[in-house]
């Protein structure tokens, strides 16, 4: 019986060569997109799943209320609260702290002989010694346990180990780490683990202890408490059998013996949680947590995307196969007649289907190889091809293959299995009401989805172009930002800044410790004269020379900038923005000096306002403007340099930039970003949904088309005799295009105005992430109106004009 059905489903594919073609092409791209967005997301859902103690790992963090500044949730702590959280509670098993200093390392290999090798390196942090004893980190050199014992030990991925040495073994070899990671000292391989057991939110390229360079000078010198410094990852692993709700109920009482008096100190409140390790990489309420975190809303939106996906192709299953069910009627006749029972007959239609779609399978497999590049570079994965292989993956395929064939084949075997064989051997078989409707309401919805993502894509877009064009209140074009990532290279800035100068090409060079688009971690806790510290207000800060704000092009509104005219100008001077007199409640007119005050250990430091520059974005435009301050720093230890230069030729530029660096820092390679790119690195996420729905709309209104494609095809063939005697009579070409297209362009308006409040709704939820945004076009609905009917007309027309181009005497003959 079943190499009957195999047989009958082969034949009716091949007898129904364009409908097959049809079918098949719909569901295999259906479960393409479908398969590449599933591995994306079992991708983002597996990060830190692997861990020997996965299931008991948590971070620490820390929600503070700052004087009357809004509470805010930290991923970072104090440095004593790990230590001291262990010896307190015996349900912690260990602790382990992680920090990741701001900049990027210089990495040096100088061996006797041999040419120093020299690059710069992001993603190294500092951890506690039994950091890999929390954390599974499979070694190919060294040993894990012991790796970090040493203070100037050094832990290197595989990749980082092949580009210092190549194919050599790493292990005792010696690499002089240069910046806030290593101060220019000299470290040894002790350790080499595989890139590929790294997939946690801990994406590092090395480790060093944390009682290297400068951070670890700063813990040597003991001055810790629990309310400054908040600076550190804390890493708990809870003894097996404990529940973390029950120790988070302990940790008020934690906070109240050891951590209330620095905290009345300074004006400080804090709650302290626990978040599993396995939930940090998609914890909405952080933007990075070591790195770049991600959100489950996107999750939510691809996963969306593709069961609408696999939806559109299944429908044009169903409704091709409906519609063509007079064609099946006399075989349902008869082998009803012959003793088939109801149930034979669904089992029959729904293998049929099953084949389809496991010809589809078998094709959706091999587009997501080919495929699997190009995803990688649209969503900036590294998806491999062995993902492929693993049984679970495999089983989850041809699992979602089969549901796709029972979905789109459910219904038209129920259908086509209840035929009434005297009617239908009688020829009085005709497509019911009721299927007709479901096909009509199935091609509605079919638009719905297709209209609805067109109207997310220009929405998505729209906000992209709103982010790169809206001013941020400060030059973004041509700045050159050149970091110093080692002491040697600081000591050099005045040096550089000054040769830089000498060409005629540059407007203008200044300083700081950071500059916008960047993660700025410096701030202080300020409060008016009148003001007692605990109705303080945290103020972001920023310590920069005397030319970085005219280099950056800020806006005066009151008062002056620093200058070197104005020899009182030291770092007890400063220059805030709009918002941090809004802050403060001080009048715009009256804020030129005005005193606030910042308390460190019972000391009051005033600092006295200079000027006023207008309110810019420092952070990205998912953030609001909140209060910020310029201190100067009469020296010349910064972070970056700013250069703002007037050209057409930028290369000719950078080339001089360069060569006047390597003459003073030869052994450092000549680093550099562009500001406004360094700015527009926070939409990354944004840019890549962007991406993902765009083209995916683009696959969604193809299916859709491919099934409004074959019903007007089959409409077409139902009507030939009609069309022929409307010819006959004098129907013009025209008034029958129109005849055929009017019902199918019908059910995509009536999508149309289905979908408009439905995705006006969801994107307006998306936009509620932006502090700054677009609000919704009227245009965006009509052109993605227009659009659809255009494209649903274009699929129609064609079936409709080769019908209407028909020669009437051969369609009436046929007849």
Same mark, same amino acid.
């Given at each position: 019986?079943?190499?009957?059905?195999?047989?009958?489903?082969?034949?009716?594919?091949?007898?129904?060569?364009?409908?097959?073609?049809?079918?098949?092409?719909?569901?295999?791209?259906?479960?393409?997109?479908?398969?590449?967005?599933?591995?994306?997301?079992?991708?983002?859902?597996?990060?830190?799943?692997?861990?020997?103690?996965?299931?008991?790992?948590?971070?620490?963090?820390?929600?503070?209320?700052?004087?009357?500044?809004?509470?805010?949730?930290?991923?970072?702590?104090?440095?004593?609260?790990?230590?001291?959280?262990?010896?307190?509670?015996?349900?912690?098993?260990?602790?382990?702290?992680?920090?990741?200093?701001?900049?990027?390392?210089?990495?040096?290999?100088?061996?006797?002989?041999?040419?120093?090798?020299?690059?710069?390196?992001?993603?190294?942090?500092?951890?506690?010694?039994?950091?890999?004893?929390?954390?599974?980190?499979?070694?190919?050199?060294?040993?894990?346990?012991?790796?970090?014992?040493?203070?100037?030990?050094?832990?290197?991925?595989?990749?980082?180990?092949?580009?210092?040495?190549?194919?050599?073994?790493?292990?005792?070899?010696?690499?002089?780490?240069?910046?806030?990671?290593?101060?220019?000292?000299?470290?040894?391989?002790?350790?080499?683990?595989?890139?590929?057991?790294?997939?946690?939110?801990?994406?590092?390229?090395?480790?060093?202890?944390?009682?290297?360079?400068?951070?670890?000078?700063?813990?040597?010198?003991?001055?810790?408490?629990?309310?400054?410094?908040?600076?550190?990852?804390?890493?708990?692993?809870?003894?097996?059998?404990?529940?973390?709700?029950?120790?988070?109920?302990?940790?008020?009482?934690?906070?109240?013996?050891?951590?209330?008096?620095?905290?009345?100190?300074?004006?400080?409140?804090?709650?302290?949680?626990?978040?599993?390790?396995?939930?940090?990489?998609?914890?909405?309420?952080?933007?990075?947590?070591?790195?770049?975190?991600?959100?489950?809303?996107?999750?939510?939106?691809?996963?969306?995307?593709?069961?609408?996906?696999?939806?559109?192709?299944?429908?044009?299953?169903?409704?091709?196969?409906?519609?063509?069910?007079?064609?099946?009627?006399?075989?349902?006749?008869?082998?009803?007649?012959?003793?088939?029972?109801?149930?034979?007959?669904?089992?029959?239609?729904?293998?049929?289907?099953?084949?389809?779609?496991?010809?589809?399978?078998?094709?959706?497999?091999?587009?997501?190889?080919?495929?699997?590049?190009?995803?990688?570079?649209?969503?900036?994965?590294?998806?491999?091809?062995?993902?492929?292989?693993?049984?679970?993956?495999?089983?989850?395929?041809?699992?979602?293959?089969?549901?796709?064939?029972?979905?789109?084949?459910?219904?038209?075997?129920?259908?086509?299995?209840?035929?009434?064989?005297?009617?239908?051997?009688?020829?009085?078989?005709?497509?019911?009401?009721?299927?007709?409707?479901?096909?009509?309401?199935?091609?509605?919805?079919?638009?719905?989805?297709?209209?609805?993502?067109?109207?997310?894509?220009?929405?998505?877009?729209?906000?992209?172009?709103?982010?790169?064009?809206?001013?941020?209140?400060?030059?973004?074009?041509?700045?050159?930002?050149?970091?110093?990532?080692?002491?040697?290279?600081?000591?050099?800035?005045?040096?550089?800044?000054?040769?830089?100068?000498?060409?005629?090409?540059?407007?203008?060079?200044?300083?700081?410790?950071?500059?916008?688009?960047?993660?700025?971690?410096?701030?202080?806790?300020?409060?008016?004269?009148?003001?007692?510290?605990?109705?303080?207000?945290?103020?972001?800060?920023?310590?920069?020379?005397?030319?970085?704000?005219?280099?950056?092009?800020?806006?005066?509104?009151?008062?002056?900038?620093?200058?070197?005219?104005?020899?009182?100008?030291?770092?007890?001077?400063?220059?805030?923005?709009?918002?941090?007199?809004?802050?403060?409640?001080?009048?715009?007119?009256?804020? #030129?000096?005005?005193?606030?005050?910042?308390?460190? =250990? $019972?000391? /009051?430091?005033?600092?006295? &306002? @200079?000027? %006023?520059?207008? *309110?810019?974005?420092?952070?990205?435009?998912?953030?609001? #403007?909140?209060?910020?301050?310029?201190?100067?720093? =009469? $020296?010349? /230890?910064?972070?970056?340099? &700013? @250069?703002? %230069?007037?050209? *057409?030729?930028?290369?000719?530029?950078?080339?001089?930039?360069?060569?006047?660096?390597?003459?003073?820092?030869?052994?450092?390679?000549?680093?550099?970003?562009?500001?406004?790119?360094?700015?527009?690195?926070?939409?990354?996420?944004?840019?890549?949904?962007?991406?993902?729905?765009?083209?995916?709309?683009?696959?969604?209104?193809?299916?859709?088309?491919?099934?409004?494609?074959?019903?007007?095809?089959?409409?077409?063939?139902?009507?030939?005799?009609?069309?022929?005697?409307?010819?006959?009579?004098?129907?013009?070409?025209?008034?029958?295009?129109?005849?055929?297209?009017?019902?199918?362009?019908?059910?995509?308006?009536?999508?149309?105005?289905?979908?408009?409040?439905?995705?006006?709704?969801?994107?307006?939820?998306?936009?509620?992430?932006?502090?700054?945004?677009?609000?919704?076009?009227?245009?965006?609905?009509?052109?993605?109106?227009?659009?659809?009917?255009?494209?649903?007309?274009?699929?129609?027309?064609?079936?409709?004009?080769?019908?209407?181009?028909?020669?009437?005497?051969?369609?009436?003959?046929?007849?």
């Amino acid at each position: 019986m079943i190499k009957n059905y195999l047989k009958i489903a082969w034949r009716n594919i091949i007898r129904n060569k364009t409908f097959s073609a049809i079918n098949i092409l719909g569901l295999s791209v259906g479960l393409t997109c479908c398969m590449l967005l599933l591995l994306y997301i079992r991708n983002e859902l597996s990060y830190d799943k692997h861990h020997e103690h996965a299931d008991n790992l948590y971070m620490l963090s820390l929600k503070a209320v700052i004087g009357q500044s809004a509470g805010r949730e930290f991923a970072t702590s104090p440095a004593p609260y790990a230590p001291t959280l262990k010896s307190e509670y015996p349900e912690i098993e260990e602790t382990s702290r992680l920090f990741a200093p701001e900049n990027k390392a210089l990495l040096q290999v100088r061996e006797q002989g041999k040419q120093v090798l020299s690059f710069y390196e992001s993603k190294g942090y500092q951890v506690d010694s039994n950091f890999f004893t929390m954390f599974s980190y499979e070694f190919v050199e060294g040993n894990a346990a012991n790796a970090l014992a040493d203070r100037n030990s050094l832990v290197l991925s595989e990749e980082v180990a092949r580009k210092l040495f190549g194919n050599s073994p790493a292990l005792d070899r010696t690499i002089r780490v240069s910046g806030d990671q290593g101060g220019g000292e000299d470290f040894k391989v002790t350790g080499v683990y595989r890139d590929a057991s790294a997939h946690s939110h801990i994406d590092a390229r090395f480790f060093v202890p944390i009682y290297a360079g400068s951070i670890g000078n700063f813990l040597k010198e003991g001055q810790l408490d629990f309310a400054n410094n908040n600076m550190f990852y804390t890493y708990l692993r809870l003894r097996p059998g404990t529940e973390s709700a029950q120790l988070m109920q302990k940790l008020p009482a934690f906070v109240e013996k050891y951590a209330r008096a620095d905290l009345k100190q300074y004006g400080f409140d804090v709650d302290l949680q626990l978040i599993s390790v396995k939930d940090l990489h998609l914890y909405d309420q952080f933007q990075s947590v070591v790195t770049p975190t991600n959100t489950t809303t996107y999750l939510y939106i691809l996963a969306s995307i593709a069961i609408f996906t696999l939806l559109i192709a299944c429908i044009n299953f169903m409704n091709l196969s409906t519609a063509r069910s007079a064609r099946r009627a006399a075989e349902v006749g008869v082998r009803k007649v012959m003793g088939a029972e109801k149930f034979a007959l669904v089992r029959q239609f729904l293998g049929e289907s099953m084949v389809l779609t496991l010809l589809a399978l078998v094709i959706a497999l091999l587009l997501v190889v080919l495929l699997l590049p190009v995803f990688n570079q649209l969503t900036s994965k590294q998806l491999h091809f062995n993902e492929l292989l693993e049984p679970s993956i495999l089983l989850t395929f041809l699992g979602l293959a089969l549901l796709t064939g029972f979905v789109a084949g459910s219904y038209p075997a129920f259908y086509l299995s209840l035929f009434n064989p005297a009617l239908v051997l009688k020829g009085k078989f005709t497509n019911t009401l009721s299927a007709v409707a479901l096909r009509r309401s199935l091609v509605v919805f079919q638009f719905v989805v297709s209209v609805g993502l067109v109207l997310a894509t220009f929405v998505i877009q729209e906000q992209m172009k709103y982010l790169r064009n809206k001013s941020l209140g400060f030059t973004q074009d041509q700045q050159i930002a050149i970091p110093f990532r080692s002491q040697e290279s600081r000591e050099a800035y005045t040096a550089l800044r000054n040769e830089i100068l000498s060409n005629n090409q540059v407007v203008a060079a200044g300083g700081a410790q950071y500059y916008p688009g960047i993660f700025n971690a410096s701030d202080l806790v300020m409060h008016r004269p009148d003001q007692s510290k605990d109705q303080g207000h945290d103020i972001k800060i920023n310590r920069v020379d005397y030319e970085y704000m005219q280099t950056m092009g800020f806006e005066l509104k009151q008062g002056r900038l620093f200058s070197r005219e104005f020899p009182g100008d030291t770092n007890d001077r400063m220059v805030v923005n709009e918002a941090l007199l809004k802050e403060f409640q001080i009048p715009a007119d009256k804020a #030129i000096g005005q005193r606030l005050s910042f308390d460190w =250990n $019972g000391v /009051s430091y005033p600092f006295e &306002i @200079v000027g %006023v520059v207008k *309110d810019f974005h420092y952070e990205n435009l998912h953030q609001t #403007i909140e209060p910020y301050a310029f201190l100067l720093n =009469n $020296g010349d /230890s910064f972070n970056y340099l &700013i @250069v703002h %230069v007037n050209t *057409d030729n930028m290369q000719n530029v950078l080339g001089f930039i360069e060569q006047k660096w390597k003459a003073l820092r030869p052994d450092e390679p000549f680093e550099y970003t562009f500001l406004n790119e360094d700015f527009q690195k926070n939409y990354q996420a944004e840019a890549r949904t962007s991406r993902i729905v765009s083209y995916f709309t683009l696959i969604s209104i193809l299916i859709s088309c491919l099934g409004l494609f074959g019903l007007a095809a089959f409409a077409a063939q139902q009507r030939t005799k009609e069309i022929g005697v409307r010819k006959v009579m004098g129907a013009s070409v025209s008034s029958i295009v129109l005849l055929l297209s009017k019902d199918f362009l019908r059910l995509v308006l009536i999508a149309i105005v289905i979908a408009s409040p439905i995705a006006w709704y969801a994107m307006n939820q998306w936009l509620a992430d932006f502090a700054y945004k677009i609000t919704i076009p009227w245009w965006v609905f009509v052109v993605s109106g227009a659009l659809a009917v255009v494209i649903a007309f274009i699929t129609i027309s064609f079936q409709s004009i080769k019908a209407a181009l028909m020669n009437p005497v051969k369609s009436l003959r046929s007849e």
